[in-house]
């Protein structure tokens, strides 16, 4: 059996989940760095440092999921915290400006396909990789489960005239961030009674691969809130959607 606490990070091979990798090895934590492709989990894993692992995870795979959770139950023997941080932001084109991103994904004209395949990472992806490892955290004396979302997923933020990515709130993306809420608002609700804590954060627009590093916060920025959650002790609350600056609405 493990002696450390052992957190698993979904897509954690580059941007916020490999800061979050980072964040949490140093602070005594061995790190799973969950990535579809096993080399460059390899790289990641190495760059974290000895108490980082690669481990190949492909969240819209159910088998790569199922051989994933066999291989923590066998080889490590407990998980403590599960990041859900794999997203997509769309499956069109790459190299696609925002803006190109944002008229391509209009409720009149985007392609269902292309919804499809963002919602299957961004919120099926983490509905399964949570089914599978909830054997595991019901197991740990702590667990605890933060889903990186994203303030653009906010209903009441996007109700606002004056919310400046208002125009950008689209079937694609910003709705899977909102379903990716309900989810863990569901999670929350029925774990309560269990003591597993289980939140959303929003790392904020962060310069990664997501946005083609438009962003303006650094992956320090947007990791640190996602750590912040995974910490929490047991007075610490579940079912919220918080930012390092504060309480997101939903």
Known sequence: MQNKPVALITGANQGIGLQIAKDLVAHGFTVLVGSRNLERGEDAAKEVGPDAHALQLDV??????????????????????????????????????????TKSSLPSNVSLDEVRAVWETNVFGVLAVTQAMLPLLREAPAARIVNVSSGVGSLTMNSDPSFPFRSHFSPVYPASKTALNAMTLAMAIELEPTGIKVNA?????????????????TVEEGASE??????????????TFTHANGTYPW
């Open 60 to 101: 819209t795979d159910q088998a790569s999921i199922a051989a994933a959770a066999e291989r923590i139950r066998s080889e490590i023997g407990r998980l403590d915290v599960l990041i859900n941080n794999a997203a997509i932001s769309h499956a069109g084109k790459p190299g696609r400006s925002p803006e190109e991103i």
């Open 201 to 217: 954060v929003s790392p904020g627009f962060t310069k990664t691969n997501l946005n083609n590093y438009a962003g303006t916060e």
């Open 226 to 239: 996602a750590v912040r959650v995974a910490l929490l002790g047991s007075e610490g609350p579940t079912g």
